[in-house]
């Protein structure tokens, strides 16, 4: 079946640091990729996504590069805020059946002033 | 703003309750998901609805739970008897079917307290 692996959080960085979340999957077909947040008290909402290799999905200063030969697509920001302090989710949905997303674990950012 | 609507936002109960979670999806999404976020599990999946009709309920506990979609604009949750280790926020996503490239809409949770 289909799986996300995220890094373990949480992860504590200084305001302007640069930030990297590790994601890995395993996909039997063509998934597309996803990062999403969710800040205190609130629901998931998408941050960004990529459907095909080697597309970048980019918002709010975040990146992430679909990466088909790692099977990656890791999460960058080059200078946190504070108000980046959040959980962030990877998912995948498949490009065939049911297209139910699978989400990895999640990773806490905790960015100090 | 379109959004998902969920009621009631905070629920403290006792055991052997029945606790009913409403979720308003965003009209034209035609697909419904239910969630449950737990620090332990994480985000898990309970019911999957797609055109109001129920595709995949496999990760929920039959015993007790059971979802529904009334109509297109309604789908509830609902835990008979409720337990402590139901403890945990429920959490509805809206979504179109138009394949994998489309995006989940989440609500901002149902917070369930089993005492």
């Known amino acids: 079946g289909n799986s ?35 800040y205190p008290g609130e629901g998931l909402q998408l941050l960004l996504k990529a459907t095909k290799a080697d597309d970048k999905g980019s918002n709010k200063g975040f990146e992430a590069t679909y990466r088909k030969e790692t099977t990656s697509f890791h999460l960058e ?13 990877c998912a995948l949905r498949e490009s065939g059946g049911s297209y139910i ?8 950012l905790i960015v100090h002033p | 703003d379109a959004r998902v609507t969920q009621t009631p936002r ?6 052997g309750q029945e606790v009913t979670m ?10 419904v998901f239910w969630y449950r976020q737990t620090m332990m599990q994480g985000l898990e999946l309970l019911a999957y ?14 015993d007790r739970f059971s979802a529904e979609m009334p109509d297109a604009t ?17 959490f509805c996503a809206s979504g179109t079917s138009g394949g ?16």
């Open chain 1, 4 to 38: 996300v692996t995220q890094m373990e959080g949480p992860v504590t960085l200084s305001e302007e640091a640069f930030l990297t979340i590790n994601c890995t999957y395993t996909a039997t077909g063509y998934p597309s990729l996803f990062w999403y947040v969710q």
């Open chain 1, 77 to 89: 920001k080059g200078s946190v805020q504070v108000s980046d302090s959040a959980v962030y989710f």
């Open chain 1, 101 to 108: 997303p699978t989400f990895g674990r999640g990773t806490s």
């Open chain 2, 10 to 15: 905070h629920k403290v109960t006792e055991m």
């Open chain 2, 22 to 31: 409403r979720c308003q999806p965003i009209l034209g999404h035609n697909t």
């Open chain 2, 49 to 62: 609805f797609r055109n109001r009709a129920p595709l995949d309920d496999s990760g929920m506990p039959k």
């Open chain 2, 74 to 90: 309604l789908a509830t949750l609902k835990i008979q008897p409720s337990e402590p280790r139901d403890s945990a926020v429920y």
């Open chain 2, 100 to 115: 994998p490239t489309g995006e989940l809409f989440f609500g901002e949770g149902s917070r369930l307290t089993v005492l």
